[in-house]
């Protein structure tokens, strides 16, 4: 349900200022979200003042009788503050009757090394998941981020490691070109996405998903970069910026060209924007927690190490259940879900290619 323009604004405000702010808290995310209904929930003090909220998205579970609670990066609140995050479970449950939601999911942004959070949530009633899967939960457990620490572009190229600075250069002399795009050259865009999710196997989204993206966080939040050579789309990525971070939130690269390292480049120009517009941490999202170099996951983590971020670890998911039977029912049920949805994927993929590769040898 839309909050009132008056709220709406007044909550926004709180989000972009919290230390513990995020996009995807905000109702222009829950909107792109457009299969989830969304409820947001605000906790305030004596003056009236949002100290706490927390935004949910709601789905019907298939086939049963109820619903799913997920706040991604949520709740946006101090941390150790126990009675404003007991009062926003309480009200959560309150919801949770309402749609008849069998637990809430949560996964925030908080790190593994605050076992005081920890120890708060479990308290109230919550549980936090372990393990070391490469991406743990909805949103990676494992990122990379940059604090910028008010430097200057040039003191932040000098943190680098050598070979991600002669990378950079390198795209520079070979004539590699970064232009920030308008929602026209998602197009573009997203024939760079197609390529790259059928060389690395994994789910593309239509193209609407994108444009959704850009339209309801808006141009000031969103920004496209793309990579030419010789005024030919070779990369592109998608940037958020919002509160205090900027986030990496989509790369796509065509099979072409890699040599002229456009990656290092689009991740530099962002970086730059991360400065230029005031920000204290550049997120570079996703990588994977398990660091042997046998793991096919381990080459991302090699290139966003390249830039000198602290590798950082989430606290992981935590879920508040409201009807612990149908949470083990459910749970067991999703995990056997994504791994048959991964696996054709990967086949129906693999037919695919060995068809177009028939086709030309015909």
């Not at 109702?27 to 003056?47: L, Y």
């Not at 090699?302 to 508040?320: A, C, I, L």
Request: proline share 5%; glycine share 6%; hydrophobic share 35%.
């Amino acid at each position: 349900m839309p909050l009132p323009e008056e709220l709406a604004d007044k909550y926004e405000n709180f989000i972009q200022s919290h230390p513990k702010g995020h996009f995807m808290q905000s109702p222009g995310w829950a909107r792109v979200k457009s299969f989830w209904k969304n409820e947001i929930i605000m906790v305030e003090d004596e003056n009236h003042e949002i100290k706490g909220s927390i935004s949910l998205l709601i789905r019907k579970i298939p086939f049963l009788p109820c619903t799913i609670m997920y706040s991604p990066r949520g709740p946006v609140c101090d941390p150790h503050d126990s009675a404003t995050m007991k009062e926003l479970l309480d009200k959560a449950r309150q919801l949770a009757k309402k749609h008849k939601s069998y637990a809430l999911k949560m996964d925030p942004d908080i790190e593994i090394e605050d076992t005081e959070f920890k120890e708060m949530v479990e308290k109230l009633g919550c549980k936090v998941s372990g393990g070391i899967k490469p991406y743990e939960g909805v949103q990676p457990r494992f990122v990379f981020r940059l604090y910028i620490d008010k430097r200057s572009p040039e003191e932040v190229m000098k943190s680098f490691h050598q070979k991600t600075r002669y990378n950079i250069r390198l795209a520079q002399r070979k004539g590699v070109e970064i232009r920030v795009g308008t929602r026209d050259d998602l197009a573009e865009y997203h024939k760079l996405m197609v390529e790259t999710g059928i060389r690395d196997k994994f789910i593309i989204r239509p193209r609407s998903y994108y444009e959704s993206v850009y339209d309801f966080l808006g141009p000031e939040h969103v920004k496209l970069f793309m990579a030419y050579y010789e005024d030919k789309p070779i990369a592109g990525s998608v940037a958020i910026v919002y509160g205090n971070k900027c986030w990496y939130l989509y790369g796509a690269s065509s099979n072409e060209y890699r040599n002229l390292m456009p990656n290092y480049l689009l991740q530099w120009e962002m970086i730059k924007l991360t400065i230029e517009s005031g920000c204290e941490i550049y997120d570079f999202r996703g990588v994977t927690g398990d660091l042997d170099e046998n793991n096919p996951l381990y080459g991302l983590y090699r290139f966003k190490k390249g830039f000198n971020g602290k590798y950082t670890e989430f606290v992981g998911m935590v879920d508040y259940i409201f009807n612990r039977p149908l949470y083990y029912i459910v749970e067991n049920g999703i995990d056997i879900f994504r791994e048959s949805r991964r696996q054709l994927y990967i086949l129906k993929n693999s037919l695919k290619n060995r068809g177009q590769n028939e086709s030309t040898e015909e």
